[in-house]
């Protein structure tokens, strides 16, 4: 463990005996700031640690100057100013941590205007920083998606996105031929079985190409773990088949006008019947859900019952719907939620009017075990969505680094210019921390304990790095930028959902301050 880390790790853990005093003399939720400074603190932290075990395995040049220029900047900005929002900061005086402000800038000497500048140079050079994690099977699967994208999703993903169209049919179909739906569902039910850090690279090649196209195997992802995990043996038998196949495309059907995350208050109603149920209420902001054929619904199924406890999850099955007729089931209709970015599967408000759902449509065969049944998937979600950030981020260093090499002012190219290479070098280096803290929380998910903690900062870090580099490499572009014909403009827009849908980052940092105040993980 490097001095850094170590001088990291002792500010954290007085930041914590800080917050722990402020919220013994009051509440959690009235000291909001601090709390969600803590967690952002903590999240820090562990991204350095992430860069560290990451450098620990590098023996490039490249690499090495990522891990000083990560370590510098994070040294700094814990003793001079954290962000937690475009304006919002957390202080090392919101906690009376003054006496830290020393060791953490003696500590903070990475990141160098000479250190940038080397980390330029080599990237003008052609080099770029490693992204192999010395597997010889997740190696390939990246490979093999990288070329996927590469070839079938970033010639065409812009002019989809221009258009408002859903994902083709071909480009869904040769993704499922990929094992895409299927990654970590049991092999016994047709699935690949692997884990979550495999499930990371292949969200993080496909988002790279289009937050759409990462995203699609979300619904699948979702749906999969419900049913692997709390589905009866038909259900998984009947189901889990033909979600890893791509022949079924399922969607989440959970959020309400007027809940957001507050789950405990959802109101859409489902009622038993002779036949089986019955569902009465009202969708808002549910993906794709046109074209799939299952929804995994919450539903009150104990009206009587207050909060979580009467709520049940339904596994709803639906006619495909088309273009000209989005909504062909009786009892269901929906429109379109016009979004600036992450398109491809498009949003929409449903409205449920007495729609039928099968006698065993009940995931289970429990009712009130919804909300306990969808708190298990929310790890994996978490973490999946923190992939569909990396890649994203990649996306934007991508395209800054190719518009600030071919484009000339002032008789030299962009990237010559101190300030485009500074943005640049952060970018890698952000990139990269947000990837190894990804990948931490992939791994700890794939070792069967619990890391709500891990996967909220996965979530809370990548989705911020994402946002940062799509503005700078906006930035590089200039007006061009800003111009809907050029790629960034679109990835601008994809970045900005990422910090609230799956939790946003208020949430997040509300678990993560919890666990660390209560020791847990």
């Not at 006619?319 to 491809?344: H, N």
């Amino acid at each position: 463990m490097s001095v850094a880390l170590t001088t990291a790790e002792l500010y954290a853990a007085a930041a914590r005996d800080a917050v722990r005093v402020r919220i013994a003399a009051s509440s959690l939720d009235a000291e909001q700031h601090a709390a969600h400074g803590l967690a952002w603190i903590e999240t820090a932290v562990e991204a350095l640690r992430a860069l560290e075990v990451w450098g620990a395995r590098q023996t490039g040049e490249a690499e090495a100057l990522v891990v000083s220029i990560g370590t510098g900047e994070t040294l700094a900005q814990l003793a001079g100013g954290l962000p937690m929002g475009q304006n919002e900061f957390v202080r090392h005086g919101d906690f009376g941590l003054e006496s830290h402000v020393h060791a953490l800038l003696a500590a903070a000497k990475g990141n160098t205007p000479e250190n940038r500048d080397a980390l330029i140079a080599l990237l003008r050079d052609g080099v770029t920083v490693s992204d192999a994690l010395d597997d010889e099977l997740l190696d390939s699967v990246r490979d093999q998606y990288r070329r996927f994208t590469d070839a079938r999703i970033i010639p065409h993903a812009h002019g989809w996105h221009l258009a408002n169209a859903l994902i083709p049919d071909d480009v869904i179909a040769e993704m499922a031929a990929l094992g895409t739906f299927g990654v970590c569902i049991a092999e016994e039910f047709g699935g690949l079985g692997l884990g979550k850090l495999v499930m990371c690279i292949v969200t993080e090649e496909l988002s790279r190409g289009w937050i759409g196209t990462g995203s699609l195997g979300t619904r699948s992802e979702i749906a999969g773990e419900l049913i692997m995990q709390g589905g009866t043996e038909a259900q998984k038998a009947h189901w889990l088949p033909r979600i890893a196949s791509g022949e079924i495309l399922p969607t989440a059907v959970f959020t309400e006008p007027d809940t957001g995350s507050d789950m405990a208050s959802l109101q859409t109603r489902a009622a038993r019947t002779e036949l089986g149920w019955e569902i009465t209420g009202a969708k808002t902001w549910i993906t794709h859900a046109a074209r799939t054929d299952l929804m995994t619904l919450m539903a009150r199924t104990l009206p009587d019952v207050k909060g979580y406890a009467g709520l049940s999850m339904l596994l709803v099955p639906k006619p495909r719907g088309s273009e000209d007729d989005p909504f062909p089931a009786v009892g269901m209709t929906g429109s379109e939620i016009e979004v600036l970015g992450y398109r491809g599967m498009r949003e929409y408000a449903l409205q449920f009017d007495a729609m039928e759902a099968p006698e065993d449509a009940l995931l289970g065969g429990e009712e009130g075990q919804g909300f306990k049944q969808l708190m298990r998937t929310f790890e994996g979600a978490r973490i999946q969505t923190a992939a569909r950030a990396v890649g994203v981020a990649r996306r934007a260093i991508e395209l800054g680094l190719s518009y600030a090499m071919d484009r000339k002012q002032f008789g030299q190219p962009l990237i010559a210019f101190p300030r485009v290479g500074d943005k640049l070098a952060m970018m890698v280096t952000d990139m990269v921390m947000a990837r190894e803290l990804t990948y931490f929380a992939a791994r700890a998910k794939d070792s069967g304990k619990r890391c709500d903690i891990e996967a909220g900062m996965a979530k809370l870090h990548a989705a911020r790095v994402a946002w940062a580099n799509a503005d700078a490499a906006l930035q590089i572009h200039g007006g061009n930028g800003y111009a809907l014909e050029y790629e960034i403009s679109r990835v601008l827009c994809d970045a900005r959902i990422l910090n609230i849908f799956e939790g946003a980052a208020e949430i997040q940092a509300q678990v993560i301050a919890r666990g660390k105040l209560q020791d847990r993980n």
